[in-house]
């Protein structure tokens, strides 16, 4: 029986098949923490006295989520985490440098990788075929001090894409329809294989969105073979050198089979307050909105800033619309691209580079009652800071369509 992707990048990394349900200890490529989880890491390791830490060059400090900071006792954690960074050779990612997953994708992660990340999305680096995965602060902790995990391997679900995306259908709506469809744990610590033409068409860009929301079924990471849109994308930011081609067995052996064409798919939207809740934008299409967020780690990048920006260009909005690109790397893009004028020409704010309003923090929380639609990927209660807030998920389009009109908008006829 041949292997599924979960099981043979596994397999890579310890010299020997896995099989799922089998527990394996495996090095690990790379270790990230944010300045929420991070404090709480470094802690326990001054706690269990392993501040000698097996190779600082591969783990990483992001300071992404409440960037800049915007009270004392963050701006003390910011603090803590630079002094331990400077101390033992970790590397630091600061202020305005970006979502540590973008950051991850962009200079660090490649084909065949370990990745775990204390932060739930770290999840986003299986469309470059690694196995990237959330973990709690303490286990990361001990991936960075002994450079070292473990796990049970994964079953896999095996979704096959197929079919042409009809116009004003994105990535974000395929992922928002499979998890309405599996459901919000209905993939608990599986792997999602993602397979198909329409996935071998599909640039990094989006690939990368499907990958970052498979946790939203409860799935521990979410998988792309490598090929050659991989190749490009390492050749873009210089580690070409990196790329090996991994993928699945055809007689791989799966624990569920979903297959999708795309061409049928119309907008979709989460409603409040579960990602699962989904419905087409048709249903909601008088719902009124007083915010709406272009930009996070799901889908903060220069592909989904183009979408909106044609959508927005020589238009007014008619509700809040903060833009927040991923990474500075973006935003520098957005600037040379002229997309920049076009967002502050429309009445957007630009946020810095970062996660902003998305984790409630900062930059964009809701006051009571009011309804936001974001191109996030989470939409619990009190996600945006309020638990009196409302939040609905939607791709670029959608999300910029809404901001012309104030209400819940189609957007193709914009397009």
């Known amino acids: 029986m041949g292997q599924t992707l979960a099981e043979k990048i596994i397999s890579l990394n310890i010299g020997k098949e896995v099989k799922a349900g089998d527990f394996v200890v495996v090095d690990v490529s790379l270790c990230l923490t944010q300045d929420g989880t991070g404090p709480l890491a470094v802690r326990q390791l001054q706690k269990m006295n392993l501040e000698n830490i097996a190779n600082p060059q591969k783990t990483i400090f992001f300071i992404d989520h409440a ?92 979704i096959q894409l197929e079919g042409e995306f009809p116009k004003a259908i ?142 927005l260009k020589s238009e007014k909005v008619k509700t809040r619309l903060l833009i927040t690109p991923a990474s500075r790397r973006i935003l520098l893009q957005t600037i040379r691209e002229g997309l920049l004028e076009i967002f502050i020409e429309a009445g957007a704010t630009i946020n810095p580079p970062g996660c902003g309003p998305c984790v409630g923090v900062h930059q964009g929380i809701l006051g009571d009652k009011e309804v936001c639609l974001s191109t996030q990927n989470r939409n619990f209660k009190g996600r945006m800071g309020n638990p009196e807030g409302f939040i609905y998920l939607a791709s670029p389009a959608t999300a910029a369509a809404t901001a012309l009109t104030g209400q819940i908008t189609n957007p193709k006829d914009y397009l």
Not at 121 to 132: D, E, N, Q, S, V
Request: glycine content about 8%.
């Open 170 to 311: 994105f990535a974000k709506d395929v992922m928002l329809y499979l998890i309405g469809l599996i459901g919000a744990d209905g993939a608990t610590y599986a792997a999602l294989e993602f397979s198909g033409k329409t996935i071998k068409d599909m640039d990094m860009s989006a690939r990368l969105t499907l990958s970052n929301m498979a946790v939203e079924s409860g799935a521990k990471v979410g998988l792309i073979a490598s090929d050659n849109k991989t190749y490009e994308f390492l050749c873009e930011h210089n580690r070409e050198d990196k790329f090996k081609e991994i993928w699945a067995d055809e007689d791989a052996e799966y624990e569920r089979e979903i297959k999708l064409d795309v061409s049928s798919l119309t907008p979709m939207v989460s409603c409040p307050h579960t990602v699962d809740n989904v419905k087409s934008v048709e249903e909601l299409k008088d719902v009124h909105v007083d915010q709406v967020l272009i930009g996070t780690c799901t889908n903060g990048r220069i592909e989904d800033l183009r979408i909106a920006a044609k959508i």
């Open 67 to 158: 960037a800049p900071s915007p009270k004392m006792e963050l701006s003390n954690d910011h603090q803590f985490l630079r002094n331990f960074a400077q101390k033992t050779g970790i590397q630091l990612s600061d202020v305005g440098d970006g979502v540590c997953h973008q950051i991850i994708a962009e200079k660090y992660l490649n084909p065949g990788d370990i990745l775990i990340g204390a932060d739930s999305h770290t999840c986003m680096g299986g469309a470059l075929c690694a196995f990237a995965t959330g973990m709690g602060s303490t286990d990361v902790a001990i991936g960075i001090a002994l450079g070292k995990t473990w796990f049970k391997v994964p079953k896999t679900f095996k």
